[in-house]
């Protein structure tokens, strides 16, 4: 699991050098010794305008078909993923449309940046370049050069991340909603003429109270205040961020982790073994908010192709993702063609369909095919005519150089030990476990030992801090621009 580590990367890692439990710590001890007082989203009652956006976020009247509203894919017993093992939801105006990715978890994206290529603007780098002169400045390589040893390379090509679907094409949440209404594939809503004529029957009281009563003279912006209000439920409602899980309990001191775990949060970390907090970074930010697992940005993993996908029937049929179909503004930018973006590994372990083409179903298959894509390809690929195993087979043959081959688990060669061994993959997928939201909030609260550490005392001399940090959480805005634009760091 590698990752393009751009400048800030190492001022971060240094910054909580002292501060954060090492790699050898975690294998010595179940508790953490050095406990974080986080800064966390306030959980407050719900704006007039966050409970229209919740109506509307389970209102199947909207769709085409009448049975369809976002928790038909973003099902809240499921982290607000999808509730099945399907590879890819059914829609449509009549339930039977097939879609043609995965569908992606709603949870913890309300820090989610907006999409860029290049350095993090937090690092300097705050001149606003178009995404066309952006991806410019990275000619001079067949393929973006991407590792997670080598970041003055990745600094210096310039790399994609942040934005929201698995091709980072919208940036705010607002955009996000309008997409799944309109898709035929998904709720299938119609023109924009039918979506408002259903919501002016069945919430015209409510646009008017919060937008006035000349909304509905202007469509345009009736939708835009509808999926604004959805955006908005997602910021406010702490089921989208709450941070319960048992990880989050063992950095505030309240959990222990068992044997496995302890193991699995090793070989997590561990550069020559899983390598996987490369990309799915697990370490409190600077100022003390709690780390999503991932680091935003774009990889190209060269997943097997998913027969399960009725579109991948037609032979010519490629999912490129930066590159296209779906998104436009980068068809030509080849150098990113296959790479799709970095989820979140919280909640994990409830999923049954992972990567952008739903190609697996169980945490087991994704960790052995981490381990063994590049070992024993013929387990995952298929064979041409000649007998040879075509890998990468969901990639036409000149975009499989962009496939990251340089990096742990994926620098093997056939005859080479694993990266992980059976026992590992277990450990991992234990660690992977404790990702869950959920665990009770009195477990193994006889074992606390906070202690504030440097990254809590950060968190509280911020403005967000209520006072010295003695371990508990310290609660902070949402800073997400919901209305179009990038969105506030």
């Not at 990639?395 to 990096?407: I, K």
Request: aromatic share 10%; glycine share 8%; proline share 9%.
């Amino acid at each position: 699991m590698s990752r393009w580590l751009h400048a800030r990367g190492t001022q971060l890692c240094a910054a909580l050098a002292g501060a954060l439990l090492s790699v050898g710590e975690a294998q010595a001890q179940a508790v953490n010794p050095h406990p974080y007082a986080m800064r966390l989203p306030p959980a407050q009652p719900l704006s007039a305008m966050a409970r229209l956006g919740e109506r509307l976020f389970h209102d199947p009247r909207l769709s085409a078909s009448g049975r369809m509203s976002c928790v038909s894919c973003h099902s809240p017993a499921h982290a607000y993923g999808p509730p099945g093992r399907a590879s890819v939801v059914l829609g449509g105006p009549d339930g039977r449309t097939a879609g043609f990715r995965a569908v992606p978890s709603l949870r913890y994206l309300y820090r989610q940046p907006p999409f860029t290529i290049g350095p993090d603007t937090e690092s300097g780098n705050d001149q606003y370049l178009s995404l066309q002169q952006q991806a410019q400045q990275s000619l001079g390589h067949l393929r973006a050069v991407k590792s997670a040893q080598v970041p003055q390379a990745a600094a210096a090509n310039l790399v994609p991340q942040g934005g929201l679907f698995w091709d980072g094409r919208v940036n705010t949440l607002q955009q996000e909603a309008n997409g799944p209404i309109f898709n035929p594939a998904e709720m299938d809503g119609g023109t924009t003429a039918t979506v408002v004529a259903k919501l002016e029957a069945y919430y015209r009281q409510d646009f008017e109270t919060l937008f006035g009563p000349y909304l509905f003279n202007n469509p345009k912006l009736v939708i835009d205040e509808a999926m604004f209000a959805i955006g908005r439920y997602q910021i406010e409602s702490a089921d989208f961020h709450p941070f319960t899980s048992k990880f989050d309990a063992w950095l505030a001191g309240r959990a222990r982790f068992s044997a496995a775990e302890r193991r699995g949060y090793q070989a997590f970390n561990d550069p020559s073994k899983g390598n996987c907090a490369a990309c799915h970074l697990d370490q409190p930010t600077p100022d003390g908010r709690p780390p999503l697992f991932t680091d935003f940005q774009y990889e190209a993993l060269g997943v097997p192709r998913n027969p399960e996908i009725p579109a991948n029937r037609n032979p010519r049929y490629v999912d490129l993702g930066i590159c296209g179909p779906y998104r436009t503004d980068l068809r030509t930018q080849t150098r990113y063609c296959g790479m799709f973006l970095t989820p979140s590994l919280r909640n994990v372990a409830t999923r049954r369909v992972f990567f952008h083409n739903g190609v697996f179903h169980s945490l087991r298959q994704v960790l052995e095919w981490y381990v063994y894509r590049d070992l024993q390809p013929e387990r995952f690929y298929p064979r041409d005519a000649s007998g040879h195993v075509v890998k990468y087979d969901d990639l036409p043959p000149r975009y499989r150089g962009n496939v990251d081959t340089v990096d742990a688990p994926f620098n093997r060669h056939p005859g080479d030990p694993p990266a992980l061994s059976e026992a590992q993959i277990e450990d991992v997928i234990a660690f992977l476990d404790t990702l869950t939201d959920g665990y009770p909030a009195d477990a193994d609260h006889a074992h606390s030992t906070v202690r504030p550490t440097a990254a809590a005392s950060i968190a509280a001399s911020s403005p967000a801090s209520d006072g010295p940090a003695t371990g508990r959480w310290i609660a902070e805005w949402p800073s997400y621009a919901l209305r179009g634009g990038a969105p506030a760091r």
